[in-house]
T-cell receptor, first 112, second 116 residues
């Protein structure tokens, strides 16, 4: 079964607005990671948040983790057209040997 | 930063032939690499874990004789798709685990395989 479910599946916003993506998972994790993928390209690592952390920032990115609800969110503030991409959460499961299970992804489109 | 390359970036082959894809960690040594496949507009699915000096560990449903993985050195893992068929057409992406990096995986740019 799918470990990570993301919503929304697609998100279209105007440049300058904030974008929020959510990820839910089912089992215990070591950490949760967010990646960006431009069309037809590889993945770019954005941020890693450990199971004992609740919030993490990196530039315009803010990630939260709620292990009681088994959910995480990625907030991109002041979005730019260059942020247009697919965003995936990936969970590193407890005892999983660093294997990542990817969510379904959110396609973000930032319009000028 | 940690860089992972893949070669080739794109390959087209005839049905029944074998195709080898290379994954290299350029500026670090990786004892563990991972192979994923991604169908259009879908998420990444882990195929196997490649460990240097030992046999790869395959995920359930992935045929090990179909997808041969060799991790011959600390900077190179190869995936060979044997007797490729059109349904093997996909985007194959590798990643390498950076030691001491708090479990961060660095991904290659991917290889687009098209089997005619």
């Amino acid at each position: 079964s799918q470990q990570g479910e993301e919503d929304p599946q697609a998100l279209s916003i105007q440049e300058g607005e904030n974008a929020t993506m959510n990820c839910s998972y089912k089992t215990s994790i070591n950490n949760l990671q967010w990646y960006r993928q431009n069309s037809g390209r590889g993945l770019v690592h954005l941020i890693l948040i450990r199971s004992n952390e609740r919030e993490k920032h990196s530039g315009r990115l803010r990630v939260t983790l709620d292990t009681s609800k088994k959910s995480s969110s990625l907030l991109i503030t002041a979005s730019r057209a260059a942020d247009t991409a697919s965003y995936f959460c990936a969970t590193d499961l407890t005892g999983g040997g660093n294997k990542l299970t990817f969510g379904t992804g959110t396609q973000l489109k930032v319009e000028l | 930063g940690a860089v992972v390359s893949q070669h080739p970036s794109r390959v087209i082959c005839k049905s029944g032939t074998s195709v080898k894809i290379e994954c290299r960690s350029l500026d670090f040594q990786a004892t563990t690499m991972f192979w994923y496949r991604q169908f259009p507009k879908q998420s990444l699915m882990l195929m196997a874990t490649s460990n240097e000096g030992s046999k790869a560990t395959y995920e359930q449903g992935v045929e090990k004789d179909k997808f041969l993985i060799n991790h011959a050195s600390l900077t190179l893992s190869t995936l060979t798709v044997t007797s490729a068929h059109p349904e093997d057409s996909s985007f194959y992406i590798c990643s390498a685990l950076l030691p001491g990096s708090s479990d961060t995986q660095y991904f290659g740019p991917g290889t687009r395989l098209t089997v005619l």
